[in-house]
């Protein structure tokens, strides 16, 4: 795969708050991948895909699109990569208009039936044709995103850019938003730009998975690979809210909560119970071990009584680097 997109050391801040926006990014997007920008709240995920989208532009540094640099918003006269398009949270549709309507009339200069043509086209991609004649406003929160979604992909873009998509739907939704996201790169060849700040999304669907925080990438590779070596807390916690232990010296390394076994024969440490939470498909217990919390998921729903002392033992550590 050729290299798409590619910044070099851009730093684009807020004047109001020097701490903000990202300072010093570089990173590849090849076509055809599907990329997950992930980060804690604030970190600048958001405006690293307006960076790319080209409606903010670098204080320094360059983004460049086929190796051309991407345009800002004071040199177009409409903003935003031609061949790109961006769907955020923010609901853009025209709440009064038809589902129809408003996938259609994002095509200007076609003819009526090519027109109707390509819109049916991308409404049976997405699943939503049932809802053509319906207006957005009768629409759950997750079709909406659906329409939002056709009437992005629609023109054809060679790039998409999503701002949080499984913000505002349940388990149910995602699995079908996250197999439509996957369809769109392998039968559209749609290179995808996704930001979450849930990261079973981004660690189940993306092809490459960029952490940052504060501003800058701290991390970058394939999803599985992060997961199993997360070298910093910070990365542990975010991907799997990891538990932070002290080892040797100054040593530190994670715990996935999946990872604390409990009532095992050879167990070596003790731990008291401080709360059982169930949870659906596992039961989440919160420990205390020499007066550090730690959380372990049970699934197999261990008959424990309450304040009990526990003998848990830890399995996969990861040691950290930071
Ligand atoms: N227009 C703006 N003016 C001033 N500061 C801003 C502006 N937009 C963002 N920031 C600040 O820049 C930092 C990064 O914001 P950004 O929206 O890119 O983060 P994010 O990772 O997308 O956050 P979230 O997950 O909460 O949406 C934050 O500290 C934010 O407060």
């Not at 708050?17 to 970190?43: A, Y």
């Amino acid at each position: 795969m050729d290299t798409l997109i590619k910044l070099n050391n851009v730093y684009r801040n807020y004047l109001e708050n020097q701490h903000s926006g990202v300072s010093g990014i570089s990173l590849e997007i090849k076509r055809g991948e599907i990329v997950s920008i992930v980060g804690e709240s604030g970190s600048g995920k958001s405006t690293l895909l307006k960076l790319i989208y080209g409606i903010l532009v670098p204080e320094i540094g360059e983004v460049l699109y086929e190796n051309k640099r991407i345009q800002g918003p004071g040199e177009k006269l409409i903003p935003g990569h031609d061949d790109m398009r961006m769907v955020t949270q923010e609901v853009t549709l025209n709440l009064y208009a038809r589902v129809f309507d408003n996938i259609s009339g994002q095509l200007s200069n076609t003819d009526l039936q090519t027109k109707n043509d390509l819109t049916v086209k991308t409404m049976k991609f997405l699943r939503i044709d049932h809802l053509a004649n319906k207006k957005i406003v009768d629409l759950s929160g997750g079709e909406q995103q659906r329409v939002a979604i056709a009437r992005a992909i629609i023109t054809e873009p060679t790039v998409l850019l999503l701002d949080e998509p499984f913000s505002m739907i349940d388990t149910i939704l995602k699995k079908q938003l996250r197999d439509d996201i996957e369809r769109l790169s392998k039968e559209l060849n749609i290179t995808v730009i996704m930001v979450s700040h849930d990261p079973s999304d981004a660690l189940s669907l993306a092809d490459k998975l960029v952490i940052i925080r504060e501003g800058k990438v701290v991390r970058q590779g394939h999803p599985k690979e992060i997961y199993k070596n997360p070298e910093s807390a910070y990365v542990a916690k975010l991907l799997g809210a990891a538990n932070i232990l002290n080892g040797e010296g100054s040593e530190q390394y994670a715990v996935y909560p999946q990872d604390v076994i409990i009532g095992d024969s050879e167990n070596v440490m003790e731990a008291k119970l401080k709360s059982i939470h169930f949870n659906g498909s596992y039961n989440e217990l919160t420990l205390s071990l020499d007066g550090k919390q730690i959380v372990a998921y049970d699934f197999s729903f261990l008959d424990i009584d309450p304040l009990s002392e526990l003998k848990i033992k830890f399995r996969n550590k990861k040691a950290l680097s930071s």
